[in-house]
């Protein structure tokens, strides 16, 4: 898109609003695509916060080629597989371990907690293997196509729509079984 | 609907929002990150500083590059027939130079555009900007320049503008033609006072063309010629021939004191594309998203003004703003195009940028079958007549 390119250009050219202006364009979408990765809130915050910071670096030298959106993405899924073999073994907080807040609390992570849709997700996306949750996830959120998704993952276009569909398949298969608003939600499986 | 659908449904509308501790974080860490990486950041930015602001008025020129198809475009016209000379064209097909004021719509309001016409050269101003196109059409050739900055841009102009160009110098001389070929088509619409001068007026309606010619009664030459096309006139007026023209005025070198910005930028072709690109700034950057309430070249040049504007406002290197304004003209080049080899539709009033269901605009060539339809969105369809929107 042209505002993205424009954006693209001021940041080449040192203009730091035009970073500030990124990440507030994208930064919820890149939250929840990494806490949909890694199903940890706290993770998830860190590993866009260290996209963002490590984006600076390429300031006055960064080439858009497809979408901005799609290239954070990617840098957001990197930096969460990355993590997910190390670091979250170490940390492992999830979303179901961090307290509520009291009343009148006003945080927005606070609020995301207290958000039962995606608690019940989180729990679901968990139970799939990392590299299927990574292929739904980019899918659906971050609108990436098949075959970028296959390049990023380094493997076949139809490895990757195989995982997809087992990823759909399985998700539904979960949320069916415990949660009764998935049945709401899903009335031609539950009929 | 389908179960996967209704996953995928399911998490689209499970979203998160960054929270406000993340955005501390992250703007405060852009913002130190690009102090510790200033120097760095230095190296990149002074030469593009120094360049734009060496050549930030050029946007002038971007602006006009816009309007150039819409100018130049609106006399292509074929009106066919040959000369039979009458007392009325003779000076017309004898004179060696033109000059005469056209405008596009309003005439009141509408931008004039003041051309010098010596053979296949073309000196042309404009009311509302200063700048200057000097066009060769045995060359294809085009100097822009812009007296505020001393900058000259040339760009090629193969093709349609060229071609157009030619029909509308050649334009006067087809219309008396007309009137003297096919007296029956010709309407006399007696006498008006036009500038204090005494004129006999016609009215030539033919499937071509429609138009008035007003000829000065003593002199029996044309002094103004109104065409009307769609929901549009375009007027030519102050009409002289063999005005003697300095041959400085109709080059296309580079003047003396002016700096040639070199570009390969080139306005040969019109294509669907740079229409659709055309829409695609008209929405963003001039109307908050929104396709415009009209379509047409004098929509589009009231527009100018704003373009220049909001080019300026956006800091683009040269090169970047003179291709926007080529993008946004070359659009409107076809559309002018279009309007003589084809019909056209425009249904984009409250229609917003990126409405995937909204039909934009659709078009046909001669008798194609089938219609290509703009969306809202930006694609592009083809479309059968009873598909087409109402």
Known sequence: ?191 | MRPDKNVTDYMKSVKLKASAKLDNRVHSGIDRALAGSQQTLKVHMEPNRRRILMKSPITRIAAVAAVIAIAVTAGTLMLGGKPAFAKVIKPILQARTFVFDFVIGDEAKGTVIHDVVAGPRIRRTFSNMPTVLVLDLDSGKMLTLDPGSKTAVTMGIQGPLVEGTRSLMKLVQDIVTQIADHPDQVQDLGRREIDGVSTVGFLVNNPNVKLSIWADAAKATPVRIELYERQSVTVLKNIEFDVPVDDSLISTDVPAGYTLQKTDLSMGDFTERDFVESLRIWAQLLNNGAFPDTLSGEAMMKEVPQFADKLRGLNLPAEEGVKLGVNFGKGFGFLEVLGHQGEWHYGGKGVTLGDAKAAVFWYRRGDAKTYRVIYGDLHVEDVDLDRLPK
């Open chain 1, 1 to 191: 898109m042209l505002d993205d390119k424009l954006l693209i250009w001021q940041f080449n050219r040192g203009r730091v609003e035009a970073l500030h202006r990124i990440y507030e364009k994208y930064k919820h979408d890149l939250v929840t695509l990494a806490a949909s990765l890694l199903t940890d809130l706290a993770l998830a915050e860190d590993i866009v916060h260290d996209v963002f910071i490590g984006f600076v670096q390429s300031s006055g030298k960064f080439q858009l080629t497809g979408s901005l959106k799609g290239y954070l993405a990617t840098c957001v899924a990197n930096a969460a597989r990355n993590c997910n073999k190390a670091e979250r073994r170490r940390r492992h907080v999830t979303l179901d371990d961090v307290d509520p807040p009291g009343p009148g609390a006003n945080n927005p992570v606070s609020q995301v907690v207290l958000d039962e849709d995606f608690r019940r997700l989180s729990r679901a996306l968990d139970q799939l293997p990392y590299e299927q949750r990574e292929v739904l996830v980019l899918r659906v959120y971050a609108g990436m196509t098949f075959a970028a998704i296959a390049a990023q993952q380094d493997v076949s276009l139809y490895t990757v729509q195989g995982r997809y569909r087992y990823a759909l398949d399985k998700i539904r298969s979960l949320m069916m079984q415990t949660e009764p608003r998935t049945v709401r939600l899903f009335p031609e499986v539950s009929a």
